[in-house]
């Protein structure tokens, strides 16, 4: 997978105010960071952002970044995103860089290919236990997912992460982990109505009626 490209501007006003006055440009407030350089304010474009993170669709979100001022892209990790608890704006980003030729542990999607005879007839299906798994690799060569063929599985077979196939870096998540199983389809069982009742209720109730008037009090004899 090519790096995603991130265009980011200097921001040179900080505080809430400012930060209220970003937004309401379309811009987003954040900052860069790394190990080898100081912490610099910048803003980006809400739009991008936004239309970026979908294309992304929870994988993980490693950029290129783009900077006018910059001799060379920078590649950067998103550590977080702030969010508004209401409108679910977003509020703010970190983005920490990378050293070129340094791997990163991340998070890489588990997708699914193939359909097992069992789901095909319905005597089964497959049942996600882990949707993500930790590799480590150059940012460069993270993958876009890791694919798990279950077409040729068959009732109760599984799927560990020792099992999962990448033809880059080093994975890192428990080796013993289930990924999937086929799961047999669930046996439903019908019960036998239960016997109807309602004449010894009513007779009961007719028993009871007798000797109260209208507003349940005794009646005279």
């Not at 980006?44 to 001799?71: K, N, W």
């Not at 590649?75 to 030729?101: C, F, N, S, Y």
């Not at 009742?197 to 028993?207: N, P, R, S, T, Y």
């Amino acid at each position: 997978m090519g790096l995603v490209k991130l265009e980011i501007f200097p921001r040179e006003t900080t505080g809430k105010n400012a930060n209220r006055r970003t937004r309401a440009k379309g811009r987003i407030p954040g900052v860069v960071y790394g190990k080898d350089r100081p912490a610099e304010k910048v803003e980006l474009d809400a739009h991008e952002f936004g239309v970026t993170m979908v294309q992304l669709a929870g994988r993980s979100s490693i950029f290129a970044l783009q900077q006018e001022s910059a001799s060379e892209e920078a590649i950067a990790l998103l550590r977080e995103v702030q969010k508004h608890p209401v409108t679910d704006a977003v509020l703010h980003v970190d983005l920490m860089e990378i050293p070129r030729g340094v791997p990163v542990v991340v998070p890489v999607a588990v997708e699914i290919v193939g359909v097992p005879a069992a789901a095909k007839t319905g005597d089964g299906s497959v049942a996600m236990s882990l949707n993500m798994v930790e590799i480590s690799c150059l940012p460069s060569e993270l993958p876009d997912c890791i694919e798990v063929d279950v077409s040729e599985l068959e009732l109760n077979d599984k799927i560990f992460v020792k099992d999962l196939k990448s033809t880059v870096g080093e994975m890192i998540s428990d080796p013993e982990a289930l990924i999937l199983n086929i799961k047999p389809a669930a046996l439903i069982i019908e019960e036998e109505p239960e016997e109807d009742v309602e004449g010894e209720e009513g007779a009961e109730g007719e028993e009871g009626a007798e000797g109260t008037d209208e507003d349940g009090e005794k009646k005279d004899d």
